[in-house]
């Protein structure tokens, strides 16, 4: 056994020089001081307002925020993170008065986010009584090993699949131009139309995520804190591949969660000069939708 160990350990040596590298310099791991710097922020500034869900929520960051609006949004968010979020708003945050959650139907697919991996720390602090990523407190560890983490192997291969699918293609083909106010309509359609297939998959097909989803919401009112749902404004193109019979029961799931508002502005913007690209806003697009806001709900989200 003693042999067997000895010679084992330059292998040893190399797998962890390799993912040492890996964690420093991998974009994948970039974004977890980016995550959990937005997370620490609200833990220490105890804002009463905060805005939980996806990139396209995550577009208030266009904003000069308020000091007592805070953005736990983040792209490629799911009802899981949200969940872990409110959570340590729970633990960290007794001045909450009111939360924005997404409702919009892509929140609602079939995939799974990565970001979770950014949770582990927190998750080692806080009592998550579903534990909804079934992790043991070694796997929380053991993650930032990045070839032990699943979903570091997972964005690693998906970036490995969209290389060699796109390795024949021009490097702007299928990516949203800079300047989307200067797209033609008919590029348009066909960009935001794929991006709405994508987005738009297995709609209300996870049993598990709507249940997360109604403690979110549960949990957040026992602390007599208001729930405003939310849905950032898009192109109708990128909304319209969520097919209706989906979008009827993601409607009545929500409506019978009695949110304190329902605010859905998916249509609301429809100049491309508000926008980034097919699903988020630009600056100037998100100051308009500030304005709509703080018409609904009185809430004002700019200093």
Known sequence: MKSILIKAIPFLIVFFAINFIVYKTSPFYKQESKYSNRIDSIISSKPKVVFLGDSHSESIKHLNLSENVG?????????????????????????????????????????????????????????????????????????????????????????????????NKSDTNGNTPINWSEVSNSEKIKIASNAGIADHNGIMTNDEDLEIYKAIVNKLKLKNVKVI?????????????????????????????????????????????????????????????????YRDTGIKLSK
């Open 71 to 167: 953005n736990l949004a983040f792209g490629a968010d799911g009802i899981k993170e949200m969940y872990i979020k409110t959570l340590i708003m729970d633990k960290y945050n007794p001045e909450l008065e009111y939360v924005f959650i997404s409702t919009e139907p892509q929140m609602f697919n079939n995939s799974i986010s990565s970001n979770s991996t950014f949770l582990n720390k927190y998750l080692l602090k806080i009592k998550d009584p579903k534990n909804i990523y079934n992790k043991s407190n070694l796997n929380l560890i053991t993650e930032n090993i990045p070839y032990l983490n699943d979903n570091y192997l997972r964005y690693f291969l998906n970036n490995v699949y969209a290389y060699l699918r796109n390795i």
């Open 229 to 293: 749902g939310i849905r950032f404004p898009v192109n109708e193109h990128y909304l319209n591949q969520c097919n209706k019979e989906d979008f009827d029961r993601v409607n009545h799931f929500i409506n019978n969660l009695n949110l304190d508002y329902n605010l859905d502005y998916s249509l609301k913007l429809k100049n491309a000069l508000y926008f980034e690209n097919e699903d988020h806003l630009n600056k100037i697009g998100m100051q308009k939708l500030s304005k709509l806001i």
